[in-house]
Structures are given as structure tokens and as C-alpha cells.
Nanobody, 131 residues
């Protein structure tokens, strides 16, 4: 079955960098749009970054634009999130997501039709940034 496994989280100081990785056990990985979301305790899950099948289109949340970079390696079924100049407000559990289109990923994989196909979520990896 489809499985997304995140890694690379940890505890760092403000201003430091981390790179998150997501390993996808999807046979047709290159056909999926991918994304990263995050959720802090007591808050809703929010969109962080997305990437289309080719890696050409990469939308970002305004809060991370210029600091985070999403990328993918279709030959390895991997997606990455390079996080630079981390801030305490970046503290959250970060989730990897896969969906049938970039628009579906950005929207949080909600209300997908049977024709579109399903979306998938990983279990998350904790990122803690202290000041």
C-alpha cells in the first residue's frame, strides 16, 4: 500500500537549518504532486510548500517564502524540504502529502473525487525551534 515516511526533524536553535525528507512507497511516484504541511499543538494543519510532478511549480506559504525550499527526486521517490533561518514559530509536526494534482495538494487533499484518485499523508516528523 502507499506509504509516506518523513525524517530529518529535530530540535534546533533559531537561525539554524534542517532538511526534511519524505520517502514515498508509490509505484507511480512521478505522477503525483507532493507537498509539506505543518501543525502546531492546538492549531489547524497549514500548507507549507507544494511541488508538481516535474518540480517546475513550487508554491509556498507566505510565512516560509524565501526561507524554505521544496524539491523532489523522482528517480528515488523522495521529496525534500530545506528549511533555513528557522524561527520559533516554525515549531510544529511536519507532514508529507501526495495527491493527484498540485491544486489538490495545496488545498489539503480535501474533497477528492473517485475519478481524481486518493491523496496520502505521512505520520509526521517533529521540528522544534528554540530562541
Amino acid at each position: 500500500q502507499v506509504q509516506l515516511v518523513e525524517s530529518g526533524g529535530g530540535s534546533v536553535q533559531a537561525g539554524d537549518s534542517l532538511r526534511l525528507s519524505c520517502a514515498a512507497s508509490i509505484r507511480t511516484f512521478s505522477s503525483y504532486a507532493m507537498g509539506w504541511f505543518r501543525q502546531a499543538p492546538g492549531k489547524d494543519r497549514e500548507f507549507v510548500a507544494g511541488i508538481d510532478w516535474s518540480g517546475t511549480n513550487t508554491p509556498y506559504a507566505d510565512s516560509v517564502k524565501g526561507r524554505f525550499t521544496i524539491s523532489r527526486d523522482n528517480s528515488k521517490n523522495m521529496v525534500y524540504l530545506q528549511m533555513n533561518r528557522l524561527k520559533p514559530e516554525d515549531t510544529a509536526v511536519y507532514y508529507c502529502a501526495a495527491g493527484p494534482s498540485l491544486g489538490a495538494v495545496v488545498a489539503g487533499l480535501r474533497q477528492l473525487s473517485v475519478e481524481q484518485g486518493p491523496g496520502y499523508w505521512g505520520q509526521g516528523t517533529q521540528v522544534t525551534v528554540s530562541s
